[in-house]
């Protein structure tokens, strides 16, 4: 389905997300969190009133941006070698500038730019609304750079471009950085104190996607459940708000039900949680909303209580079992996914069949598992020794990726003879005669297409299944569409 939408924006055309006269292409590419990928939005927006339009072309680029990931040593590596395919390509260009934007480049600002010299602009996360500026200092031959943190910039005044939309589903970011300080992570360095926007703005930016068309939105964040607004500043502020601001502020789960009623018949996600934050009034919320999606992404890292401390997670294993009999008490069908590290510093195998047990214990929907790798300038690198050996890290991860595996089938199954609402996302990868879509659990559903189409809400009745994806066909449209 070819969605269109013409707008005026300060009196000029936009077409598709293309501000006609712009004459400059930006070629951007994302790695990492979704927030990466949500920020991207919002530098396509701030250029194109800068005469840029994107365009799927590289070699037709005259800026070339990479939205970077530091999390984890081989997101950096897969940037680096991008960059070096974007030089190749410079030579061919030469009035072709090339950027880094987000936490790769507040990492390693002086590495790329002035060592190494194969960027011509460093930009951090939140300096995006001075990116004019840095493209007119590489556009007179000057290196450009500007990488400090705000303590307020949530970029709530922006409208994100949407980049490679299909028209359905989009993010909408609430809160930037993360306080919580976890050993082994770099986002406190790289984005910064932990700050909400104002839930005005993003109950507006919701509503205008439901106006364009979207039926499906994610509030996202690095940790959402510790959303609080109370009219503006840092959250570890909020003591010393006056009583008026107290009365009158908003947490996460208020947020929720803001958004749930504004759009009764958009769906709603969230992501990402903290268990040491989430809270019941918000699994009550999305309990008594049913446009807010059965599905939680719970990190936990670990399972053990050891390996947990060490990592500064506030959390115990006890507590987290605790929170998980709750929400499957208040949401009986909501699917779980997780975060897991192997092969933390000092990791025995007691603490490995651990993480084995917890697995056995809460059986994930699905999960992103990784082997450790060490993260300059984290607590975890200047106090630990990243001694596990990296043939022990391997066997140790796949050993929980085969768990979960395993977990992700049995989970699948139980949808079996089920008629769950499928929202169509597109055509499947497997084949074009199947539409794929998901169901409020977040597993993919995939069914013949007969008369539906791209945005339609469908009811499936489920026949079989694989350990990721629901097979089945559709009876109907949902009530909901």
Known sequence: MEKIIDEKVQGTSVKNGIKLGNTRKLYIESYGCQMNFSDSEIVASILSKEGFNTTDSLNDADLVLVNTCSIREK????????????????????????????CMAERLKSQLLEEEKIVDMVVGPDAYKDLPNLVRDVDEGRNAVNVILSKEETYGDIAPVRLNSNGVTAFVSITRGCDNMCTFCVVPFTRGRERSRDPHSIVEEVNDLWNRGFKEVTLLGQNVDSYLWYGGGLKKDFKEASEIQKATSVNFAQLLGKVAEAQPKLRIRFSTSNPQDMTMEVVKTMAKYRNICNYIHLPVQSGSNRILKAMNRLHTREEYFSLIDNIRKIIPDCAISQDMITGFPTETEEDHEDTLSLMDYVKYDFGFMFAYSERP??????????????????????????????????????HIGKTEEVLIEGVSKKSSSEWMGRNSQNTVVVFPKENYKVGDFVMVKIESCTSATLKGTAIGYSENN
């Open 75 to 102: 997101a950096e590596l897969t940037v680096r070698k991008r960059l070096e395919k974007f030089n190749a390509v410079k030579k061919t260009r030469p009035h072709m500038k090339v950027g880094v934007l987000g």
């Open 377 to 414: 300038g984290t607590l975890a690198a200047r106090k630990l020794e990243d001694a596990v050996p990296q043939e022990t890290k391997k066997r140790r991860l796949s050993e929980i990726i085969e768990k979960q595996l395993t977990h992700s089938l049995y989970r699948t199954q139980l």
